[in-house]
């Protein structure tokens, strides 16, 4: 079975460009995650889908940052305007949705902003 | 509220003998508690998890963690280090009534040969 797939794996972007991070999550799974991780923070839940529908976005640094899912197998994260402080690997993860249940994470996007 | 705490940043052990990646852990319900490694470049992968039941709990690639509710603790443990056990760990939590997981900084883990 495919694990969750994110493209693209690298970004190099000029400070002011919009950049769009794309997920496609594990087939029947219904919950997916978007986490953010640097040096200095570590790993941070930017927002959390349940069947589609955004349940907690207050991670989103903010209102430059937007997600959505427009179907169970496809989310995006956009970044317009991006800035230095934004460069990081961005990880989306999926999961049953059990309480119980384990997260599957991507290999990640790694994003520069010059 | 849910959080949890990993004490080091680092921890060096030598190839062949145990090791032990210490994590901490505050919850307002019942925990449920998870391990994670990351190798360079790479994403997170599951180790193992404590839901419910034994307080020894046996995941991949010959890791262990001990649940221990009186010291709110889950260390992950390894009986013989291998060199390539050297990665990133997260301990990470999620409270009964929470559906997302809270990460610990992650504890870089270097096994000398």
């Known amino acids: 079975d495919a694990g969750v797939i994110q493209s693209p794996r690298h970004e190099v972007t000029e400070m002011g460009q919009e950049v769009t991070l794309r997920c496609k999550p594990i087939s029947g799974h219904n919950s997916l995650f978007w986490y953010r991780q640097t040096m200095m923070r570590g790993l941070e839940l930017l927002i959390y889908?349940?069947?589609?529908?955004?349940?907690?976005d207050s991670g989103m640094p903010e209102d430059r940052f937007s997600a959505k899912m427009p179907n169970a197998s496809f989310s995006t994260l956009k970044i317009q305007p991006s800035e230095p402080r934004d460069s990081a690997v961005y990880f989306c993860a999926s999961s049953l949705g059990q309480i119980t249940g384990e997260l599957f994470f991507g290999e990640g996007s790694r994003l520069t902003v010059l | 509220a849910q959080s949890v705490a990993q004490p080091e940043d680092q921890v060096n052990v030598a190839e062949g003998n145990p090791l032990t990646v210490k994590c901490t852990y505050s919850?307002?319900?019942?925990?449920?508690l998870f391990w994670y490694v990351q190798y360079p470049n790479r994403g997170l992968q599951f180790l193992l998890k404590y839901i419910t039941g034994d307080n020894l709990v046996k995941g991949s690639y010959g890791f262990e963690a001990e649940f221990n509710k009186s010291q709110t603790s889950f260390h992950l443990k390894k009986p013989s280090a291998l060199v390539s056990d050297s990665a990133l760990y997260f301990c990470?939590?999620?409270?009964?009534?929470?559906?997302?997981?809270?990460f610990g900084k992650g504890t870089m883990l270097l096994v000398s040969p």
């Open positions: 990470a939590v999620r409270d009964s009534g929470y559906s997302t997981l809270t």
């Open positions: 919850v307002s319900g019942n925990p449920y």
């Open positions: 889908f349940n069947n589609n529908v955004p349940i907690d």
